[in-house]
């Protein structure tokens, strides 16, 4: 692991920090029950601001093999909200571009075909790119095709040279990923077609800072992204912003930008430029406090845990992902605290969490052994969660949300 030298968008050396999470376990490094004795690798997550570009990002790097390969089991199809958001965004494509047979469509960490497949079953040519071996293969027997591999410039030639221009990319969180991301721009502006729309989806930094979402923060994480970020990055390719869509009930708050090698810029892609320069996010400022504002959800998420542990109540937690590793593991919640966590994704299930070892178990277990309080670490799913154990609730279980301040619903 080093240090990045100076930004990961335009190379100034002048980063201002302003969060510490301390030394953590890597987020997706769920442990097996054969390793529990062995120490884990832990590493320093920080983050911090470029005045010269408005980018957010952490200052250190580790190798994407280690975070995308060797550890990585995130499968976006137990998901039913993502899996109905994909879809409308698979057929809204298909209808706005007239996309066909004689089309190409290209994601980008594509996981396991879960957006693809809505283009295949459409009849219209795809191609997947995802360096995660498991996910790649369950994409492949499911019917997209997929390549297993880092996708950049040097892979983006090859597919200009093998296939042709791509009439669609699409890049669902994945550009928040990639610690060379002029590399990653690059390779998408050389597989574009002249005429081609690019689209990236990425939870909004507003809403992280605003919404003291600090669980989104972790080292699979390079970057977190404003309009102007994405704009100055884009531009330096020669493509553009030209416009801008606003999910708030996905991730904790998700914009889709609409990138091509043409300029046209919309009218709501110009207001959002105009009001992140307005209410400040492109200044050091906005971000200063919210080292404290981050502190004190740890300590207030504490107190509440241990109260309840203290009045005899039994806690467990529900979602093994990325963002509740940096929440247990920066609030030093243990299994003194919550005892174990429920996860849908059968490929965590067995494991333990990094760091705070609670044992991950199949969703079933919330009504098994019903305990009074599940601390939601999947907060992003709340509605879909809390809809899918309404039996829970029924038997007078409740939920401890965690950000933007720790509250029991209902």
Same mark, same amino acid.
């Given at each position: 692991m080093t240090a990045a030298l100076g930004c990961r968008s335009c190379g100034s050396t002048e980063l201002k920090p302003f969060l510490s999470l301390g030394t953590t376990p890597l987020a997706d490094a769920l442990v097996t029950e054969e390793k529990l004795?062995?120490?884990?690798?832990?590493?320093?997550?920080?983050?911090?601001?470029?005045?010269?570009?408005?980018?957010?990002? &952490? $200052?250190? *790097?580790? =190798?994407?093999?280690?975070?995308? !390969?060797?550890?990585?089991?995130?499968?976006?199809?137990?998901?039913? #909200?993502?899996?109905?958001?994909?879809?409308?965004?698979?057929?809204?494509?298909?209808?706005?571009?007239?996309?066909?047979?004689?089309?190409?469509?290209?994601?980008?960490?594509s996981n396991d075909g879960y957006l693809l497949r809505n283009f295949v079953e459409a009849g219209v040519p795809v191609l997947g790119v995802d360096p995660a071996p498991d996910q790649a293969?369950?994409?492949?027997?499911?019917?997209?095709?997929?390549?297993?591999?880092?996708f950049g410039t040097a892979l983006a030639e090859r597919l200009v040279a093998e296939r042709g221009h791509a009439d669609v990319i699409i890049a669902n969180n994945v550009m928040a990923h990639v610690p060379e991301l002029n590399d990653f721009v690059a390779g998408m502006a050389t597989l574009v077609a002249p005429d081609g729309l &690019? $689209?990236? *989806?990425? =939870?909004?930094?507003?809403?992280? !800072?605003?919404?003291?979402?600090?669980?989104?923060?972790?080292?699979? #994480?390079?970057?977190?992204?404003?309009?102007?970020?994405v704009d100055k990055l884009v531009r330096r390719h020669g493509l553009f912003l030209n416009h801008v869509e606003y999910f708030p009930d996905l991730h904790g708050g998700t914009l889709r930008w609409h990138i091509?090698?043409?300029?046209?810029?919309?009218?709501?892609?110009?207001?959002?430029?105009?009001?992140?320069?307005?209410?400040?996010?492109?200044?050091?400022?906005?971000?200063?406090?919210?080292?404290?504002?981050?502190?004190?959800?740890?300590?207030?998420?504490?107190?509440?845990?241990?109260?309840?542990?203290?009045?005899?109540?039994?806690?467990?937690?529900?979602?093994?992902?990325?963002?509740?590793?940096?929440l247990v593991n920066y609030?030093?919640?243990?299994?003194?605290?919550?005892?174990?966590?429920?996860?849908?994704?059968?490929?965590k299930q067995g494991r333990y969490m990094p760091g705070v070892h609670q044992p991950i178990r199949p969703v079933e277990a919330l009504l098994d052994e019903q305990p009074d309080y599940v601390l939601l670490l999947a907060w992003?799913?709340?509605?879909?969660?809390?809809?899918?154990?309404?039996?829970?609730?029924?038997?007078?279980?409740?939920?401890?949300?965690?950000v933007p301040t720790p509250r029991i619903v209902p």
């Open positions: 004795t062995e120490p884990e690798a832990r590493f320093p997550l920080e983050v911090a601001f470029c005045p010269a570009c408005s980018l957010v990002q &952490i $200052t250190e *790097e580790v =190798p994407p093999e280690q975070l995308f !390969v060797d550890n990585y089991l995130y499968f976006s199809s137990f998901s039913d #909200h993502l899996l109905r958001h994909s879809r409308a965004h698979a057929l809204g494509l298909i209808e706005a571009r007239g996309l066909g047979a004689e089309s190409l469509v290209v994601e980008i960490a293969a369950a994409a492949t027997e499911a019917g997209v095709p997929t390549l297993a591999e880092f &690019i $689209t990236v *989806e990425n =939870p909004y930094v507003r809403d992280l !800072v605003e919404h003291r979402e600090f669980d989104t923060i972790y080292h699979e #994480h390079f970057c977190y992204y404003s309009c102007t970020a091509a090698p043409r300029e046209d810029v919309s009218a709501t892609a110009r207001e959002y430029l105009e009001a992140e320069a307005e209410t400040g996010l492109t200044a050091f400022d906005y971000y200063a406090d919210f080292g404290v504002a981050v502190e004190r959800i740890r300590a207030d998420l504490r107190a509440l845990l241990a109260g309840l542990r203290a009045d005899g109540k039994k806690v467990a937690a529900y979602g093994a992902a990325a963002k509740g590793s940096t609030a030093e919640i243990g299994t003194d605290l919550v005892e174990f966590v429920v996860d849908r994704n059968v490929h992003n799913f709340a509605e879909e969660i809390m809809k899918q154990q309404e039996e829970f609730i029924r038997r007078g279980g409740r939920f401890i949300l965690p």
